[in-house]
């Protein structure tokens, strides 16, 4: 039988904070991640950060927009799976068996009991937020899978873990000015190799009115537009699935019926061009709005006459879905796990970002004065064993108030044959020139935030 070996102890008595004599103890925790919450647990070196920045550190984890390939951290905490599970998108094998058929739509899976499932992948679903969820599979026809593996990864998902960012190669120093203020410097490497690329989809919708002199038409047939801007339309004048549109773009074609008055000189013009139709009808189509542009994903089509439910006068509505994908650029929100926020100031080219010795250029830029002031000392904990990991080709999982010792990390870098306190010689990308100071450099797990 377990004892607590020392006389007093801290506890919690009515759900406050105490000091206790050990022979009052009646209960013990399970584990010390049961008094934080799922988005709290997921932050590791939790005991290192200010209680402000931890705070703003789970909060922020629920800003993240999905990415299109997303990587699981290097530095984990042990709820990563837990989480993924727990949020649906995870797409797991229920039992022992063999995948009999995969493609982006589907995959069918025998199991040993004899059992056939298939799945269901979907595609293209737009969240409250205009982020974009897509199932992707992960399995092959012929492969063997065991109960709980990953059949598919879902959004911010990877292989069954949860994947909110990428790890990337962070320095923590100042550089021409450009990251004050919680300002962020990457390299483009992180925007060519669309690391941050995320899927965002837009609702463009229109009503087709009953109106006093006649009820809206949809219809290609519109008056004035030429030949190059019908040809993604069909007989409706709707816009086809799959269709790429830019700004100006008709979505929906619609006339409206004109009331009878006097004509300008250009519409007598038009009149004479193009007949009557132009004098009884005005163009009252959907288009797409400036600076939007994508593919179309999907169309929903309400009708009264079918049964929909539509407000007082329309007659139909259309909804238009439009998928465009987003990279990484200045003026984006990037965060860590640790509150450690910023924008995105400058987007330098690889070359001329701060190299290591062996001509590796990092990744990201920080100020180390973001640090201190902060009080969040988890995220440099994170920078060492991170880079520790990248070197070992490993992950690790540091529980939240009961992780991995400073000197366990230290350990961890010498084995990866790095300097145990972190810090290296980096050289200016631009001269060639090495720095006048060593500069902590490791593995940060960022965000990208909405």
Known sequence: MHEITTTRVSARKSGEPVFSHARDITHVDVSPKQILSLSTALIPFLEHDDNTRASMGTNMQRQ?????????PLVGTGVEGLAARASGHALLAEEDGEITYADSNEISVVYKSGRKNTYRLSSFVRSNQGTCFNVRPRVRRGDKVRRGDSLGDG????????ALGQNLLVAYMSWQGYNFEDAIIISDRVAQKGLYDSIHIESYTTDVRDTKLGPETMTRDIPNVGESKLKDLDLDGIVRIGATVHEGDILVGKITPKGE??????ERLLQAIFGDKAKDVKDSSLRLPGGAGGKVVDVHI????????????????IKVFVAQTRKVQVGDKMAGRHGNKGVISRIVPQEDMPFLEDGTPVDVILNPLG????MNIGQVLETHLGWACQV????????????????QIGDFLEAASLPRDGKVQLFDGRTGEPFAHKTTVGQVYMLKLL
């Open 155 to 162: 959004a911010s998902v990877d292989n069954g873990e949860l």
């Open 371 to 374: 640090v201190t002031s902060r």
């Open 261 to 266: 008055t006097e004509l300008t000189p250009e």
């Open 392 to 407: 070992l080709g490993i992950k690790i999982a540091t529980p939240p108030l009961n992780g991995i010792t400073t000197t």
């Open 302 to 317: 309400f009708d009264r006459a079918e049964g929909d439910e539509l407000p007082t006068g329309v007659i139909k509505q």
């Open 64 to 72: 993240a927009v999905p990415l299109v390939l997303p990587h699981a």
